[in-house]
């Protein structure tokens, strides 16, 4: 149960609760105690008025007595029993609410990375099935378990106050039970374990073929998409299948074990109420004794179970948990972002490829200016937009935000100075609107529209019949590709950053719609730092300077009209698109 060590912190937190919930198992159990000892009087009282010891009217005076000892008793156990499930399994909700928010947490700590190396569906399974194996634990686990301790040693004890020699002979079953339940719960572990891997794999692989469906239909892939979901299926049910074979086994043996009991305690006792060692009365007591253990006793292997997959979970979980993010944050205090940005000699390799994408690369940019970045696909353009978000650290030279290595500066405050426009525009399943203010959670109406003004898509919002208050599809599928890079535009301008970050976010839209976002672009970075990544020539003319990039490297660097009078990629690049335009 180590991986399961690291819950102990939620254990401590709601202590208060934990130990009233387990102050009422001791007193239900208690009041559940009665009723066995209270029928055993009751049939010594009537063997008694058979034997002519008492009286008839002694007999129903007896006999009213333990009813009302026997009534009072299963209604106050049960009120306490209800107090009891109330209490610590409202407790197993809140750790499993603590849980999850701390997983999501830690995913949005981790870095990009581990984005790329992780898949969704397994991540998603982890927060939401992992985490209920984990409840089960914290929960019902418990609660059972605390109830079946009580309940042995409260009855145990009791037991062996009134007749140790039958009670050692009743139990003799419980190493058994106990040396089955050891082999069965670490088979149980295993496969427990393996069970969960390929609940990720499903997720996995129907979160991808959702998300991916318009090509799977485009491909007509659908019959291929469905068998290779039959076969991973029919595995998971395989897995299932062992699993459940081993957890079958518990009951039976449980029942077996508890039946065992019953002759013993009808043999021994028989034979003790024969010699005059035990009363009529214990006989009965204790067959109702050892059939109230029974679920206790069954609860051990169901409880183990629980346990068992818990631990499996807990330890999925824990992967992620101890992994530390690649990025972290080193300043103490917030830094006021001015936005200016220098790269020296920065160089970058991509830790989950090993490719190198920028060989000593170096320039710098000041507020109010604009550079603008092209190059081939794979020239390492876009690496250089994820350098400056701090999304990845450099991997050789420095990088500095206002004189200063980005390490030095708060990390949220540099996001919060950054406006990010990504290649593949991402866009939530919510309303335009609030994919507008994504960018500005407090910002007015007249902010929203002129944002999307600024990156000329407002005319088309207003063309839907919901306009703002149009609710996209996932990942904005509701919207032309054109229109998802301005609407991605609108957030980015409507944040009002220092720094704006443009990665080829124009590719989706004509020309004539291209000039006129340059334009208003203008008027919006306005003292403000901006980079543009692009691969038309159309884009990047009015930058202040432009970096030609080819294999991670500077190739050429230079205002528009100093490159088309310079041989080289750039000049070929113009009069290319030139060409193309005139065509």
């Known amino acids: 149960m180590k991986e399961l060590k690291f819950l102990n912190k939620y254990f401590f937190k709601y202590r208060g609760r934990l130990l009233a919930g387990l102050a009422i198992t001791v007193v239900a159990t208690i009041f559940k105690i009665v009723v066995p000892a209270k029928i055993g009087d009751s049939v010594n009282a009537v063997k008694a008025y058979f034997d002519g010891s008492i009286s008839k009217e002694m007999l129903q005076s007896e006999l009213m007595t333990d009813i009302l000892f026997i009534v009072g008793a299963a209604l106050l156990s049960g009120f306490f029993t209800f107090l009891m499930r109330q209490t610590i399994i409202v407790v197993s909700r809140y750790i499993e609410f603590d849980l999850k928010n701390e997983v999501f947490q830690q995913y949005e700590r981790l870095s990009l990375s581990f984005y790329k190396q992780n898949r969704t569906g397994d991540l998603m399974n982890r927060i939401s099935e992992d985490v209920s194996k984990v409840r089960m634990y914290v929960g019902p686990a418990l609660m059972y378990g ?10 145990l004890t009791y037991m062996f106050m009134i007749a140790p020699v039958l009670t050692l002979y009743s139990i003799i079953p419980l190493p058994i039970l106990s040396i089955s339940i050891y082999k069965l719960s670490v088979a149980i572990h295993k496969r427990s374990t393996v069970v969960q891997q390929y609940l990720s794999k499903l997720t996995t692989f129907a979160q991808e073929s959702f998300s991916g469906i318009s090509v ?9 998409t469905n068998l290779k979901f039959e076969t991973l299926s029919n595995e998971s049910k395989d897995k299932n299948i062992d699993l459940a074979k081993v957890q079958a086994l518990f009951f039976p043996l449980m029942i077996l074990l508890i039946g065992i009991s019953n002759i013993i305690v009808v043999y021994v006792g028989g034979n003790q109420f024969i010699e005059g060692k035990i009363e009529f009365g214990t006989i009965v007591e204790f067959l109702i004794y050892v059939n109230m253990l029974t679920w206790p006793v069954a609860s051990v292997g169901f409880i183990s179970s629980m346990v068992q997959q818990a631990e499996a979970s807990q330890k999925r979980i824990n992967e992620f948990l101890h992994e530390e993010p690649q990025i972290k944050n080193h300043a103490s205090h917030p830094t006021n972002i001015v936005g200016k940005i220098e790269f020296r000699d920065v160089s970058f390799v991509y830790p989950d490829t090993g490719i190198k994408a920028l060989n000593k690369v170096s320039f710098s940019v000041h507020p109010g200016e604009t550079l603008a970045i092209i190059g081939n696909t794979g020239s390492g353009k876009s690496t250089i937009l994820e350098l400056i978000g701090r999304l990845y ?17 708060h990390l949220k405050s540099l ?14 399943s919510d309303s335009i609107k609030n994919n507008i203010k994504f960018g500005k959670a407090d910002a007015t109406d007249s902010e929203v529209i002129q944002a999307a003004k600024d990156a000329a898509v407002h005319a088309n919002i207003e063309d839907f019949q919901k306009g703002y208050e149009t609710v996209l599809g996932e990942r904005g599928i509701t919207l032309s590709g054109g229109q998802k890079q301005r609407v991605s535009i609108a957030r980015a301008i409507i944040k009002n950053p220092n720094i704006l970050l443009f990665d080829d976010c124009l590719s989706a839209v004509d020309t004539e719609t291209e000039e006129a976002i340059l334009n208003n672009l203008k008027k919006v970075s306005k003292n403000k730092t901006t980079l543009i990544v692009s691969h038309r020539v159309s884009s990047v003319k009015n930058a202040d300077s432009i970096l030609v990039l080819e294999d991670g490297r500077i190739l050429q660097q230079g205002a528009h009209n100093e490159l088309v009078n310079q041989e080289g990629y750039y000049k070929e690049l113009y009069h290319k698109q030139l060409l193309e335009k005139e065509l």
């Open 393 to 409: 650290d450099v991997t050789e030279g420095t990088y500095l935000v206002d004189d200063k290595p980005v390490q030095e500066v």
């Open 415 to 428: 996001r919060d100075a950054t406006g990010y426009v990504p290649q593949d525009a991402f866009l939530f």
């Open 146 to 155: 605390a109830t079946t301790i009580t309940l042995f040693v409260v009855a």
């Open 216 to 224: 799977i239909k485009a491909y007509g892939m659908e019959p291929k």
